[in-house]
T-cell receptor, first 116, second 115 residues
Framework: AQKITQTQPGMFVQEKEAVTLDCTYD???????LFWYKQPSSGEMIFLIY??????QNATEGRYSLNFQKARKSANLVISASQLGDSAMYFC?????????????FGAGTRLFVKA | EAQVTQNPRYLITVTGKKLTVTCSQN?????MSWYRQDPGLGLRQIYY???????DKGDVPEGYKVSRKEKRNFPLILESPSPNQTSLYFC??????????????FGNGTRLTVT
């Protein structure tokens, strides 16, 4: 069964430092996509970054990068130079193809607090 | 502006009183889905739709109904709400349900309280 695990319910980081949010996944489908979403206190869900299972390079989007280790089934989000506005809930998500019914499943989330 | 619109944002109701949460997207997306968000559980999929007249159950469909008569609309119906359906609900859409790299676009959420 597909599963996403985020083991850090909450994390603190000092402003301007880098932080890594952990995500491990479990799937038997060779084709899948991994996503990270941000949920600020206002509640909306914001797409941050995507990594495909066949992508050779780690995805990057501005200050966000995804540390993809396929053999370990991990897809950690790295935020560089943290800002106060990065304080939010972060969700890791995975979608499989036809074998998984085209569904997207989410982890329980990690709440990040950025300290000034 | 490309967006997914959910209404209402907040809803307080009583047990057993039928309600509908509307969802509309203006991006001509084929795929639409409903999620509920509960603390410690993340987002769980209720129902999804790959296209018009094509809906399927997600992981937590009990107590919910959906319909997809038009491409842009995907309402969520609670025929007889119960307190365990108190939650934050999100509607989301995607360009093509079969594309791996297509992210979900979310509505702003509906916070439902059932007393």
């Amino acid at each position: 069964a597909q599963k996403i695990t985020q083991t850090q319910p909450g994390m603190f980081v000092q402003e301007k430092e880098a932080v890594t949010l952990d995500c491990t996944y479990d799937t038997s489908d060779p084709s899948y996509g991994l996503f990270w979403y941000k949920q600020p206190s206002s509640g909306e869900m914001i797409f941050l970054i995507y990594q495909g299972s066949y992508d050779q390079q780690n995805a990057t989007e501005g200050r966000y990068s995804l540390n993809f280790q396929k053999a370990r089934k991990s897809a950690n989000l790295v935020i560089s130079a943290s800002q106060l506005g990065d304080s939010a809930m972060y969700f890791c998500a995975m979608r499989e193809g036809r074998g998984g019914g085209f569904k997207t499943i989410f982890g329980a989330g990690t709440r990040l607090f950025v300290k000034a | 502006e490309a967006q997914v619109t959910q209404n209402p944002r907040y809803l307080i109701t009583v047990t057993g009183k039928k309600l509908t949460v509307t969802c509309s997207q203006n991006m001509n997306h084929e795929y639409m889905s409903w999620y509920r968000q509960d603390p410690g559980l993340g987002l769980r999929q209720i129902y999804y739709s790959m296209n018009v007249e094509a809906t399927d159950k997600g992981d937590v469909p009990e107590g919910y109904k959906v319909s997809r008569k038009e491409k842009r609309n995907f309402p969520l119906i609670l025929e007889s709400p119960s307190p365990n359906q108190t939650s934050l609900y999100f509607c989301a859409s995607r360009e093509d349900g079969r594309l791996y790299n297509s992210p979900l676009h979310f509505g702003n959420g509906t916070r439902l309280t059932v007393t």
